[in-house]
Nanobody
Framework: QVQLVESGGGLVQPGGSLRLSCAAS????????MGWYRQAPGKQREMVSV???????NYADSVKGRFTVSRDNAKNTVHLQMNSLKPEDTAVYFC???????????????WGQGTQVTVSS
């Protein structure tokens, strides 16, 4: 069984910063990509940023230059540093990881429970 636990959400003023963290635990053999998605009210879930196990990163155009994703492979953690936050960044942020449970299993995506980020004055 695998769990992804997020932390670091909250309320911040426009222009402020937040750092999200996510830790994966359980019977993990290997982790491929890790990353963050978000879902605003009435909108579909969208990719924010993804990082591969080799460190390659991908960002949504809307967050490039403001957000930075990083991971610690030894601790099975992924972080999202969010700077210059805007009201349109308000959403529930979900951690995602593609995890392999063993040598004979197929890697599949796992999700955290989500953490609320609200950007408002």
């Amino acid at each position: 069984q695998v769990q992804l636990v997020e932390s670091g959400g909250g309320l911040v003023q426009p222009g402020g910063s937040l750092r999200l963290s996510c830790a994966a635990s359980g019977s993990i053999f290997s982790i491929y990509s890790m990353g963050w998605y978000r879902q605003a009210p009435g909108k579909q879930r969208e990719m924010v940023s993804v990082i591969s196990n080799s460190g390659s990163t991908n960002y949504a155009d809307s967050v490039k230059g403001r957000f930075t994703v990083s991971r610690d492979n030894a601790k099975n953690t992924v972080h999202l540093q969010m700077n210059s936050l805007k009201p349109e960044d308000t959403a529930v942020y979900f951690c995602n990881a593609v995890i392999n449970l063993g040598t004979v299993s197929v890697p599949r995506p796992y999700w955290g429970q989500g953490t609320q980020v609200t950007v408002s004055s």
